[in-house]
Structures are given as structure tokens and as C-alpha cells.
């Protein structure tokens, strides 16, 4: 079923009520709440639009020292801010039994993330030292700040998302050893912790799933 075009004011909503529309048309019921005979001559239809934006940009600068007999090292910084917005839009109508919309949607507006602007700040260093002309040892570390600020908002109808805000930090960083066998065959071994900042919907998220489940 087509969704009918949406009132642009909305008293017309009340004006144009299924129940009054039955009653101009000459159908009488004893009150709304008779459900029987309301089930039988109207259906509700509900659709819901969802819209999520997430702007990102960011920079990195990073400077690489000249190779040496014994050395050579990697340093840099990078920022990043993102920025996001949404919105759940619900339209909800009634049809007649034959499928004719009695009155434009009502529409509610809703969010399952808030808007907010969400920043990550990093500083980074790598070293590698020449041991040999055939074995390299490598060894960096990562420094990571993240913070979120989140706006006031409407979560669903009867609940509403505060002004919330996280900082947090980490610290990740790798040890490595690479030896050549033969020209273009290398061993490595590698041990490394990681970390990824959460996002919007990580923390944040306040709503049902579209599919399977959020935890």
C-alpha cells in the first residue's frame, strides 16, 4: 500500500480522523473503542523511514628520519573528528477496507543515536635498528585520546537521550624481528597489541535492532 502524503499542518491530522472520516461518510459506530466493528472496516499502517549521517574528517603529519647504517625512525600525529545525525521517522495512517487512506500520516520523530561530535587525537613512533645486513628489529608504540560530547535529544516517544559525554585512552605498541633467508624470502615474527575508539553507535546506541540484536 502507497503511504498518502504526509499533512503539512498538523491539526489536520485530528480533523481528518479515521473515526470522523467514517462519521462525515455516514458510517455509524457506537465509539471509537468499539473494536470490533473498527478492526473490521479500518487497518492501521505504520511505516518508518531511518536516516543516519556520520561526517568524517581528519589529518595526519608524519615524518620519516633518514636510513642509517644502524637506524631509522617514524613519528607522527593525526586528528580526527566526526560528526553525527539522524533520525527515525515514523508515518502512521489508517486505510478503509478497501485500502483508501481516511486522513494524512501522523508523523513521530525519534533517534536511536544521538547527535554529537565524537574527536580522536593519536601520537605515534616506530624505530627500526639494523643489526645485520640480513636481521631488522622493529619496535613502535601508539598513544590514543578519544572524547565524545552528545546533544539532548528525543530516544523514542516516551524517553529522551541527555547530554552525555567519554574520554578515554589507550596505549598500543609492536615488537618485530625480520631475517632474510635468501634475497626476497624473509622471516618475521611479530607481537602486537591493537586498539579501535569506540563510535556513536558503539556507546550510544538506545533502540530495537532492525536486525539481530545489539549487545
Keep these: 500500500t502507497a503511504r498518502p502524503a504526509a499533512a503539512q499542518d498538523p491539526a489536520l491530522v485530528h480533523l481528518n480522523s479515521p473515526y470522523t472520516k467514517l462519521h462525515r461518510a455516514g458510517t455509524s459506530l457506537a ?3 468499539d473494536m470490533r466493528g473498527w478492526d473490521a472496516l479500518v487497518k492501521r499502517r505504520t511505516d518508518m ?5 556520520l561526517d568524517t574528517w581528519g589529518a595526519k603529519i608524519q615524518m620519516t628520519s633518514a636510513k642509517t647504517e644502524n637506524y631509522r625512525f617514524t613519528f607522527g600525529v ?3 573528528r566526526g560528526e553525527t545525525d539522524g533520525d527515525n521517522v515514523r508515518f502512521r495512517w489508517y486505510e478503509d477496507a478497501s485500502g483508501t487512506p481516511l486522513a494524512a500520516p501522523a508523523i513521530q520523530r525519534t533517534a536511536s543515536v544521538p547527535d554529537g561530535n ?3 587525537y593519536a601520537g605515534f613512533l616506530q624505530g627500526e635498528w639494523f643489526f645485520s645486513p640480513r636481521l631488522t628489529a622493529s619496535a613502535g608504540g601508539r598513544y590514543s585520546h578519544y572524547q565524545y560530547r552528545t546533544e539532548a535529544g528525543v530516544n523514542q516517544a516516551t524517553t529522551t537521550f541527555k547530554p552525555l559525554s567519554k574520554d578515554d585512552d589507550a596505549i598500543s605498541g609492536s615488537f618485530g624481528l625480520t631475517y632474510e633467508v635468501l634475497k626476497d624470502v ?4 611479530n607481537v602486537a597489541n591493537g586498539f579501535r575508539a569506540a563510535n556513536a553507535q558503539d556507546l550510544f546506541f538506545r533502540r530495537a535492532a532492525s536486525v539481530g540484536f545489539v549487545v
Design 49 to 53: 523511514d531511518r536516516y543516519f549521517d
Design 31 to 33: 465509539r471509537p473503542m
Design 118 to 120: 565524537f574527536d580522536n
Design 78 to 80: 593525526d586528528a580526527a
Design 186 to 189: 624473509h622471516v618475521t615474527a
